[in-house]
């Protein structure tokens, strides 16, 4: 006699978190043998731990421009491994400040950029065909042309330069892709037996897309989430450095600006505007190289790529 | 290609533009405030003036009567004047269309080439030297932030070099001819091509390994023919036609995609303008580039379409 589970709602949902754990330890298997992945992951963790301790390596008035203490633009010596800016502050500290403000700009926005992305991607791929589906198609594609630059200028402008505002726009410029990805993933997912057995069952849209389809679709979604990531920092380099960033808080970006009008071009401070985009360069190299590897563990057929 | 396609096509487009005219019109009046006092703040407006531009954004009316007056205004051309100069914003855009244009025309087409020739060969070998080369280098410089990487540029070949000039449109001393301005047009059309050539590789290497699977590839090697032959004459040609997509939508970013660039090389063109409308907050002239700049990615999109249609014609049953 086979044992049957008894079937209460509390071993049903056991076995599911079971199911999503023996197929989460998959996928890290097969992450783990992906070179190009754990190399972003692990530069990740590396930025992830200085952008978590920066506050206790650096102190607020080491980067305050009234009480720092270096000499003015001064090239790297032992005291400043990676010299002064003009206002004397070390350029090391503004980094690693930068690390929290920049990865806390790029996950924020992504954050949000996503739930708006899965929400539409979602609800435009479950009710397919519909005028629902229309509607928010035609959404989807016109963020997707709209040059995005030009719309994050015009709104951060009429927002006003703050930290969240600046989230805000990134948000709402790049939540498109990822609503195209899910809605086309989503449409795959409802012609599947098991979500025509929920509605069988009597289920409500609703819960069919919360407890069947999303699910489905999560993989997709966090790969896509992850890509973005890449995405919100480069978007908030390029908005800072062009002085709509928030002028109280360093970013890497607002570092880069502050360097180009400070005249670090000219008089060839190369310390003080390399590194900030150096790291810009490597974090979302990180988090692109991170989003590659998830997609190729998702879905096979792209490794050759 | 039937009239139906184009047509449906365009009313695509028609759609698109209107819902750019009202997301401009409402960005504009979410501000807090009204637009107008808002000139005010920022400065240098006679209060006549003020009162001239209440009435021509019809503040005094309720907002439907001011959509539809605002439609009409900028149909009619009248795209308000800006509130640094006091010139009128179409003149002040027309004037700056041209470095633009010669900035990103050359750029992208030199990017477009580059990208199509790499990818073609990648595509065909993969895994080979070329391939992984430029797959690395396209993910590089994607991951790279254009503005920075201009700077980069220019300290190497204008500060330590000296190669090149650090910026502007031409040089006083010599006058500002073709020789002048291509010295000064070199480094941001560098940075703009290195910008944009990993996107023309991705879709071109992508579009020939999809049709390297084909059946009329087979049948050309079957028929003999060299493995050279092959890719130029059979497989290239039918590669290309998702590129050729992608190069008329890139013309379509012309007015806004060097905005970083010509802000860092100082080029004068509608980026700079730009940039210039962000530090003094000179909403008409923001409003402006906004609009042009989308009109111009749907025209290039409306263009793609029909291009795409009449290149392939498989695609109307899509």
Redesign the interface.
């Known amino acids: 006699m086979v044992d049957i589970q008894p079937a209460n709602a509390s071993s049903a949902s056991r076995l599911t978190w079971q199911r999503r754990r023996i197929g989460f330890s998959r996928g890290w298997a097969a992450f783990r043998h992906n070179r190009r992945g754990m190399l972003g992951l692990i530069v990740l963790a590396g930025f992830g731990l200085v952008a978590v301790l920066s506050p206790l390596l650096v102190s607020p008035d080491s980067i305050d421009p009234s009480s720092a203490t270096g000499t003015p633009n001064s090239p790297p010596t032992a005291g400043y491994p990676l010299g002064t800016d003009s206002f004397g502050r070390s350029v090391l500290s503004l980094l690693i400040v930068g690390t929290r403000v920049s990865l806390t700009v790029g996950l924020a926005a992504t954050a949000a950029a996503v739930f708006i992305g899965a929400t539409f991607g979602l609800l435009s791929g479950y009710y397919g065909g519909t005028a629902i589906d229309r509607v928010l198609g035609a959404l989807i594609d016109w963020f997707l042309v709209i040059p995005w630059l030009v719309l994050a200028i015009v709104m951060a402008a009429i927002l006003g330069p703050t930290l969240l505002n600046i989230i805000i726009v990134i948000a709402v410029t790049s939540w498109a892709l990822t609503a195209r990805v899910v809605r086309a993933s989503t449409l795959g997912v409802r012609e599947l037996p098991f979500v025509e057995r929920a509605r069988a069952l009597g289920a409500t849209d609703r819960s069919i897309i919360t407890r069947h389809v999303l699910p489905n679709v999560f993989p997709v979604i966090f790969a896509q989430a992850v890509l973005t990531v890449a995405v919100a920092i480069l978007s908030e380099t390029t908005l800072a450095i062009l002085g709509l960033g928030d002028p109280t808080s360093i970013s890497w970006g607002r570092t880069i600006q502050e360097a180009f009008n400070g005249g670090a071009m000219t008089n060839g401070y190369w310390w003080w505007i390399v590194p900030p985009g150096l790291a810009v360069v490597c974090v979302t190299l990180a988090f692109t190289l991170c989003g590659y590897a998830l997609e190729e563990v998702l879905d096979p057929r792209l490794r050759d790529r | 290609m039937s009239l139906k396609y184009i047509a449906r096509k365009a009313g695509w487009a028609l759609?698109?533009l209107w819902?750019?005219l009202s997301v401009n019109f409402f960005?504009?009046r979410?501000?807090p405030g009204d637009p107008v006092a808002l000139l005010a703040r920022s400065q240098r407006l006679s209060p006549e003036a003020l009162d001239h531009q209440r009435q021509l954004f019809g503040l005094d009316q309720p907002l439907p009567q001011q959509y539809l007056t605002y439609l009409r205004e900028t149909f009619s051309g009248n795209l308000g004047v800006s509130i640094l100069s006091g010139t009128d914003v179409v003149s002040m855009v027309a004037a700056r269309m041209w470095p633009t244009i010669l900035l990103v025309g050359i750029g992208t087409l030199i990017a477009a080439v580059v990208g199509v020739l790499l990818g073609m060969r990648a595509g065909w070998r993969?895994g080979s030297g070329i391939d992984n080369g430029s797959m690395y280098t396209s993910?590089?410089l994607?991951?790279?932030?254009?503005?920075?990487?201009g700077?980069?540029l220019?300290?190497l070949f204008a500060?330590?070099l000296g190669w090149f000039p650090?910026g502007g449109y031409s040089s006083a001393s010599s006058g500002g001819g073709a020789g002048d301005v291509s010295s000064h047009l070199a480094l941001p059309v560098l940075t703009l091509a290195l910008g944009y050539v990993g996107q023309f590789f991705i879709v071109m290497r992508?579009s020939m390994?999809d049709v390297k699977s084909q059946d009329y590839i087979r049948l050309a090697r079957a028929k003999g023919l060299t493995d050279p032959a092959v890719r130029r004459h059979h497989a290239a040609p039918n590669a290309l036609l998702p590129t050729i997509t992608l190069i008329v939508l890139s013309f379509g970013?012309v007015?806004?995609?060097a905005?970083?660039i010509e802000?860092?090389f100082s080029w004068p063109g509608l980026g700079l303008l730009?940039?210039q409308a962000?530090?003094t907050?000179d909403?008409p002239v923001?409003?402006a580039?906004?609009l042009l700049?989308?009109a111009a990615?749907?025209v290039a999109?409306l263009i793609a379409d029909i291009a795409y249609g009449l290149l392939d014609p498989r695609i109307e049953q899509v």
Do not use: H, K
Not at chain 2, 142 to 149: C, D, I, K, Q
């Open positions: 759609l698109t819902f750019i960005l504009f979410i501000m993969r993910l590089l994607y991951s790279t932030p254009e503005g920075w990487l700077m980069m220019l300290i500060g330590a650090a992508a390994i970013f007015l806004g995609g905005i970083v802000t860092v730009t940039y962000i530090q907050l909403y923001l409003q580039v906004f700049s989308s990615v749907i999109n």
